[in-house]
Structures are given as structure tokens and as C-alpha cells.
């Protein structure tokens, strides 16, 4: 079993930053491919960003390119997700998901392929 804890959301103004950490307990995460969801109030969960076992292979959504970086310290079993030039629309509960990739070049944007989820941190951003 994974165990997954969020840190580092809180209320930032438009156009500025936060780094969301997601750390890992229980197993190593090093074969894991990991992903950011988002869910705002009303809507659907949906995926923000991931990236592969290595830190190789990332993937964003088009909203965040250029604006958010997915990154990955296998020795510390802990994922980041550094958001810059926030918007309001950003504004959502983010979660961090993991799945066993096996060292495969994998990565995932749908919920329904991770089985290890975060309880969520809060992200608002005021306009």
C-alpha cells in the first residue's frame, strides 16, 4: 500500500505561486508513475499533470503549460507540482495519485488508472 499526503496549498493572489509537495509512504515510489488531479466546487475531477517513474516524461493540461512544473525526487519519495502565475480558475481541491508503472515509460491522465490517492489540499486564488 501507498500512502499519499498533499502539503502546501493555501490562498495566494492572481499571479502568484505556490508548491504543492505530495509525499510517499509505505512503499518506495521509484517505479511509480504519479499525477496532480484537481477538483473544483461543481465540476469534475480532472487531471493536471504527470509524469513517469524517471521524471522524464511529463504531461500537462492545456491550461497549465507553461504555467505549472511536475517534478519528481525519487530519494525523498516525493512529488512537486510548482504553480506559477496562478488565475482564479485554478481555484480547486488538488490531489496526488500514484501508479505502480513498473519502470515503464507510462503516464496516465485518467483518474480511473490510479489506484493511490491523496486526501487533497486546497488551492484558492483570489482575484
Known amino acids: 500500500q501507498v500512502q499519499l499526503v498533499e502539503s502546501g496549498g493555501g490562498l495566494v493572489q492572481t499571479g502568484g505561486s505556490l508548491r504543492l509537495s505530495c509525499a510517499a509512504s509505505g512503499r518506495t515510489i521509484s517505479s511509480y508513475a504519479m499525477a496532480w488531479f484537481r477538483q473544483a466546487p461543481g465540476k469534475e475531477r480532472e487531471f493536471v499533470a504527470g509524469?513517469?517513474?524517471?521524471?522524464?516524461?511529463?504531461s500537462y493540461t492545456e491550461s497549465v503549460k507553461g504555467r505549472f512544473t511536475i517534478s519528481r525526487d525519487n530519494a525523498k519519495n516525493t512529488v512537486y507540482l510548482q504553480m506559477n502565475s496562478l488565475k482564479p480558475e485554478d481555484t480547486a481541491v488538488y490531489y496526488c495519485?500514484?501508479?505502480?508503472?513498473?519502470?515503464?515509460?507510462?503516464?496516465?491522465?485518467?483518474?480511473?488508472?490510479?489506484?493511490?490517492w491523496g486526501q487533497g489540499t486546497q488551492v484558492t486564488v483570489s482575484s
Open positions: 495519485a500514484a501508479a505502480n508503472s513498473y519502470y515503464s515509460s507510462n503516464l496516465y491522465t485518467s483518474d480511473s488508472n490510479y489506484p493511490y
Open positions: 509524469v513517469n517513474w524517471s521524471g522524464g516524461t511529463t
